[in-house]
């Protein structure tokens, strides 16, 4: 049974009632529907806390995705042993103070690859610092020049709007996709792009802020070279 994800069309919506699909062999809790992003695209999977019946409360110490197509999500408790059954309701809520960070980093990288328009071949969304890796001739890059761009970009306050395309209209427009390392989810029938209005488009699963300004300062906190073309980029919360 597929987990209907809530984060996909509001990423701020901090909790939602979910009953219980399926616990995994491993001890997953899959629920009918959740608030709680699923590890994936370099973004992990939240963290928070599902509260069932008669108050029991288990802490969840990450979420992933346990099929290919991305459409069914484990909760994976802290401690082991299965503390709800098939058919309970729970309460999820997850840690927003965390989620909120990465929304923020997750945001400003899709400006950063607009700044710098390469192949992206890898990436990492942190609560405080994240990184893109790019696929760059040899050139050099300036710190100060990206930093410049970034805030300009933050500082426009430009809405970030998510909408779904089929995956016949992807197909035909392959130039949506910078990652080469990390493929939109493919074979659902659709995608979900993501646009930084008057900046950025292209596909993405993970969770942003709805305008730039929610970002705040950030600043390159190094580059370095991973490669003969590589060029890793770290990039932090002010």
């Known amino acids: 049974m597929r987990t209907d994800c809530l984060f996909r069309e509001n990423a701020y919506l901090k909790e939602c009632s979910a009953s219980v699909t399926e616990i995994t062999p491993g001890g997953g809790i899959v629920l009918d529907r959740t608030v709680f992003y699923a590890t994936s695209g370099g973004q992990p999977g939240d963290q928070g806390v599902l509260t069932g019946r008669s108050g029991i409360t288990v802490l969840i110490d990450k979420t992933v995705y346990v099929d290919p197509e ?33 929304m923020r980093m997750h945001t400003a990288l899709h400006l950063l690859s607009a700044v710098l328009p390469y192949p992206v071949t890898g990436g990492s969304v942190g609560e405080s610092e994240s990184r893109l890796d790019f696929d760059i001739p040899e050139a050099g890059l300036d710190k100060e020049a990206i930093d410049k761009k970034l805030a300009e970009m933050i500082a426009a306050n430009a809405e970030v709007r998510a909408r779904w395309i089929t995956d016949a209209e992807l197909a035909v427009n392959p130039g949506l996709v910078k990652t080469m390392s990390v493929k939109p989810p493919a074979g659902t029938g659709r995608v979900r792009l993501i646009e930084i209005v008057g900046f950025d488009l292209q596909p993405c699963g993970g969770t942003h802020v709805r305008r730039t300004g929610e970002i705040g300062a950030v600043r390159v906190t190094g580059i370095e070279k991973k490669g003969k073309l590589n060029r890793r980029v770290r990039l932090a919360l002010v």
């Open 70 to 102: 991305k459409s069914v999500i484990a909760h994976i408790p802290a401690q082991p042993g299965a503390q709800v059954a098939i058919g309970d309701p729970v309460h999820a809520v997850f840690d927003w103070e965390q989620r909120y960070a990465r």
